[in-house]
Nanobody, 121 residues
Framework: QVQLVESGGGLVQAGGSLRLSCETSGTMFSIRRMRWYRQRPGKQRELVASITASGSTDYSDSVKGRFTISRDNAKKTSYLQMNSLKPEDTAVYYC???????????????WGQGTQVTVSS
């Protein structure tokens, strides 16, 4: 059984910064790709950023240059540093982590519970 716990959301003024964390725990063989998604009010969930096990990153165009995804493999934690926040970044942010439970099988995605980010204008 694995768990994902997100933290770091809150209310911030436009132009401000927040740092989200996604801490994982439980029994696993390895952690593969880690991702952050968001769901804005009235919109579908969308991919914001991802990072591979080796540290390669990718971002949506809407956050490129403002958000930075990182991971601490020893702590089994992913981070999303969000700078220059805009009101349109207001959303529930979810982490999504691919876990492998042995060396032979594939990886399985798990979701966190979500954390609310509200950016006021």
């Amino acid at each position: 059984q694995v768990q994902l716990v997100e933290s770091g959301g809150g209310l911030v003024q436009a132009g401000g910064s927040l740092r989200l964390s996604c801490e994982t725990s439980g029994t696993m063989f390895s952690i593969r790709r880690m991702r952050w998604y968001r769901q804005r009010p009235g919109k579908q969930r969308e991919l914001v950023a991802s990072i591979t096990a080796s540290g390669s990153t990718d971002y949506s165009d809407s956050v490129k240059g403002r958000f930075t995804i990182s991971r601490d493999n020893a702590k089994k934690t992913s981070y999303l540093q969000m700078n220059s926040l805009k009101p349109e970044d207001t959303a529930v942010y979810y982490c999504n982590v691919e876990f492998a439970f042995d060396s032979a099988s594939g990886a399985y995605p798990y979701w966190g519970q979500g954390t609310q980010v509200t950016v006021s204008s």
